[in-house]
């Protein structure tokens, strides 16, 4: 068995690593690291590359600043037709760790009902200040566009969730959603 010396050594050696580690990471993020970064629609970028057959402004051509042309994102209702609530019951396995279909409240508020319910309205869950302050409806339009991109949509939101790029996956969501009552 280990003496009390030796288990002194063992626990020291890994709490030492762990706070190597954890000094490395605080080191690097000072030198390197980004902070919040604005939203890609509000990004400037220090040169552009002309593209031949192009639009010279960009901006005007309704391009972002990824490149794509926004007109060419479908809308909810180009994908609803073809919205699949079971494929959406899958994908809603990524809301799961923050969010429940069960009507309790977890790191964010249960999602039953959410369909046509006023935003910020589950009685118990506490809200942030930008979330709070909408009180219209959840359409299913408007959760489609919110889970695109949560802390774009509305600005200062606590949900963390980076979102869903596939508009089919998020149509899916919202179908699987319009089910939970």
Request: net charge negative.
């Amino acid at each position: 068995m280990f003496d009390t010396m030796t288990m002194t050594k063992i626990v020291g050696g890994v709490c030492g690593t762990l706070l190597f580690f954890l000094f490395g990471n605080w080191a690097a993020e000072a030198i390197y690291g980004f902070g919040e970064q604005p939203p890609e629609s509000e990004r400037t970028y220090a040169y552009s590359i002309a593209v031949e057959g192009a639009p010279a402004d960009a901006a005007a051509a309704g391009t972002t600043a990824a490149g794509a042309t926004a007109a060419a994102e479908p809308t909810y209702a180009d994908v609803s037709a073809t919205a699949d609530a079971a494929a959406g019951e899958k994908i809603f396995g990524k809301c799961k760790s923050c969010h429940s279909v069960e009507g309790k409240n977890m790191t964010g508020p249960h999602l039953n009902g959410v369909v046509g319910r006023n935003r910020a309205s589950v009685d118990g869950f506490v809200y942030s200040d930008a979330m709070a302050s909408k009180h219209d409806p959840w359409t299913p339009e408007e959760i489609f566009t919110f889970i695109k991109a949560p802390k774009e949509y509305v600005p200062g939101t606590k949900m963390g969730f980076a979102g869903l790029a596939s508009a089919q996956d998020r149509a899916n969501v919202v179908a699987y959603l319009a089910t939970t009552k």
